[in-house]
């Protein structure tokens, strides 16, 4: 049951800006847009979340259409280290439903070039 | 380090062997997880606690037994397992199991190979 839509692979080019697109026409008022990352051979990492406005912290920005059907995650300056699958996740409020767990597509492919 | 621990990284199993992968975290959080990640394969939800309580079981094999004993800890049991569930399990933590607005925080792996 995808609720997000995001492209397989991206390629960026060091230091340059990336962003990374998703699509979640399904979503819920209550629904968070939370995006994760996860580099070879780890555990994923959280990177940033938000529910209306654009949200921005030390490793990214996040930027929600104004109807929320779609939402961006933005890389400022990549890096190598950026390299990683990208994983953009719908998390809900729903007491006692499912609604609230994690869970992951495919997500996008980060390739970052010198 | 995220402050979720996962012991062993690494595990060769045979077949007929029972052995327990382990998850601590000192977060202060109250709900934690198992994940499961296949080569190729998005990460699946296994099981979810909340408040040592286990409020999901998505269709997991028994050979799989989770056991939380208290808030810091997450066990999952295994025995008679099959090669196909070689994979790298996860572990992860977050403040609230159905609190949408809180991140999750997730352990290194165990990765296990069931030969």
């Known amino acids: 049951d995808a609720k997000t839509t995001q492209p397989n692979s991206m390629e960026s080019n060091e230091e340059e800006p990336v962003h990374l697109p998703c699509n979640h026409s399904?979503?819920?008022?209550?629904?968070?847009i939370h995006w994760y990352r996860q580099l070879p051979s780890q555990g994923p990492e959280y990177v940033i979340h938000?529910?209306?406005s654009n949200v921005n912290n030390r490793m990214a920005s996040l930027a929600i259409a104004e109807d929320r059907k779609s939402s961006t995650l933005i890389l400022h300056r990549a890096t190598l280290r950026d390299a990683a699958v990208y994983y953009c996740?719908?998390?809900?409020?729903?007491?006692?439903?499912?609604?609230?767990?994690?869970?992951f597509g495919k997500g996008t492919k980060l390739s970052v070039k010198p | 380090e995220t402050g979720v621990t996962q012991t062993p990284r690494h595990l060769v199993m045979g077949m007929t062997n029972k052995k327990s992968l382990k998850c601590e975290q000192h977060?202060?959080?109250?709900?934690m997880y198992w994940y499961k990640q296949s080569a190729k394969k998005p990460l699946e939800l296994m099981f979810v606690?909340?408040?040592?309580?286990?409020?999901e079981n998505n269709s997991v094999p028994s050979r799989f037994s989770p056991e939380c004993p208290n808030s810091s800890h997450l066990f999952l049991h295994l025995h008679t397992l099959q090669p196909e569930d070689s994979a790298l399990y996860l572990c992860?933590?977050?403040?609230?199991?159905?609190?949408?607005?809180?991140?999750?925080?997730f352990g290194q792996g165990t990765r296990l190979t069931v030969v």
């Open positions: 938000g529910l209306t």
């Open positions: 977060l202060g959080h109250n709900a």
């Open positions: 996740i719908l998390r809900g409020m729903n007491y006692g439903g499912s609604q609230g767990n994690l869970i």
């Open positions: 992860a933590s977050s403040q609230g199991v159905w609190a949408g607005d809180t991140e999750a925080f």
């Open positions: 606690y909340s408040l040592e309580e286990r409020v």
């Open positions: 399904t979503i819920s008022g209550t629904d968070y």
